[in-house]
């Protein structure tokens, strides 16, 4: 089994940064493709950014994909997500999640079979 874990949320100004990480315990990561997902009050959790588990290859939302960075390494089991240029409309809870299967649909919240519990991004006015 995997356990993820979140961590790096906070209240922040628009258009100030952060950076989250996700870490994991019991197995490597190496085997997993890996995403981040968030979810605003009253929404559907969203699609924010991708990474394969070989290749490298990253994946992101149209409206993060200048602004948000996302990372992976390995040997330490954690993958990152840096943030910069937030908008309040990047609130909400931002969860770390893990596939064993190569994504052809990035954004299908069914295909991950791990997810963490979720870390509280605020973005004021």
């Known amino acids: 089994q995997v356990q993820l874990v979140e961590s790096g949320g906070g209240l922040v100004q628009a258009g100030g940064s952060l950076r989250l990480s996700c870490a994991a315990s019991?197995?490597?990561?190496?085997?997993?493709?890996l995403a981040w997902f968030r979810q605003a009050p009253g929404k559907e959790r969203e699609f924010v950014v991708g990474i394969a588990r070989s290749s490298g290859r990253t994946y992101y939302r149209d409206s993060v994909k200048d602004r948000f960075t996302i990372s992976r390494d390995n040997a330490k089991n954690t993958v990152d997500l840096q943030m910069s240029s937030l908008k309040p409309e990047d609130t909400g809870v931002y969860f770390c999640?893990?596939?064993?299967?190569?994504?052809?649909?990035?954004?299908?919240?069914?295909?991950?079979?791990?997810w963490g519990q979720g870390t509280q991004v605020t973005v004021s006015s």
């Open positions: 019991g197995r490597t990561f190496s085997p997993y493709a």
């Open positions: 999640a893990a596939t064993l299967i190569s994504p052809s649909d990035w954004g299908r919240s069914g295909i991950y079979s791990y």
